[in-house]
């Protein structure tokens, strides 16, 4: 008899929640290597885990594809802006950094040289409506929407900063039901041991806890190479 305990992630979580179920039903179990509250209460934690890093993955990822739109959008007044100073400081180009814009100089000078990743487009919306405001009246920027500018700007940093935030959520509860994770699999490795060893288990029965049976080796053959196989002793 042949026990395997899949490798996949979701087939995992998939045979440790049949496991759960088959406790629950269960009133007297036929193990006594692993306490079934303690179980219980470490899958109830680990779906809590699993839920909240899904939940901020998600937002994470919505902040990101939202706050990239919106940096697209603003872009096109930021080049606007660029080829305006580009002009009107045609051979003073060095003027050009006031508002944030990192200018090549020497041989091929006059060259606005960015990075365009979204902290540095950020950074340099920020520099340019600092630089605005600072100016007041004499802005010479004046004709451009710099309210509007502003707002998106805000809107931005504000989807920036969400992204940030649930990125790291995402990170700290991927590490914890990870750790979980390895923790249920070891409890049910030791479940499945004791079932298998019962001789009043046939393989109907261990089955009704989750697990895989296969009657011989060669029966897991056409099974994923990678899973574990648990051998009978």
Do not use: C
């Not at 990192?102 to 487009?121: D, F, Q, S, T």
């Not at 004709?143 to 931005?156: G, H, P, Q, R, V």
């Not at 019962?198 to 899973?227: H, L, N, W």
Request: without cysteine; proline residues 3%.
């Amino acid at each position: 008899m042949y026990l395997h305990i899949p490798t996949g992630k979701q087939d995992r979580v998939l045979m440790l929640r049949a496991l759960s179920l088959a406790i629950s039903k269960s009133e007297n179990q036929p193990f006594d290597v692993v306490n079934p509250t303690e179980y219980q209460e470490t899958l109830l934690v680990f779906e809590e885990k699993l839920a909240a890093y899904g939940v901020a993955k998600k937002t994470s990822e919505k902040n990101r594809q939202s706050r990239d739109l919106s940096i697209k959008d603003l872009e096109t007044s930021a080049i606007k802006i660029a080829q305006y100073l580009k002009v009107k400081f045609s051979g003073n180009e060095k003027t050009i950094a006031e508002w944030g814009f990192p200018v090549l100089l020497g041989k091929r000078g006059g060259r606005i040289l960015r990075k365009y990743n979204a902290e540095n487009n950020i950074s340099l919306y920020q520099q340019i409506l600092a630089k605005h405001i600072a100016d007041g009246e004499n802005s010479i920027l004046s004709s451009y929407n710099m309210t509007a500018f502003e707002t998106k700007l805000n809107s931005i940093v504000e989807m920036h900063t969400s992204y940030k935030e649930n990125r790291t959520l995402a990170r700290i509860y991927s590490k914890q039901h990870h750790s979980l994770l390895k923790e249920l699999l070891i409890m049910a490795r030791k479940i499945a041991r004791n079932l298998r060893m019962r001789e009043d288990m046939e393989p109907k029965d261990i089955e009704t806890f989750g697990f895989t049976v296969f009657e011989s080796y060669a029966s897991t053959t056409e099974q994923d190479p990678d899973e574990e196989v648990d051998q009978a002793s």
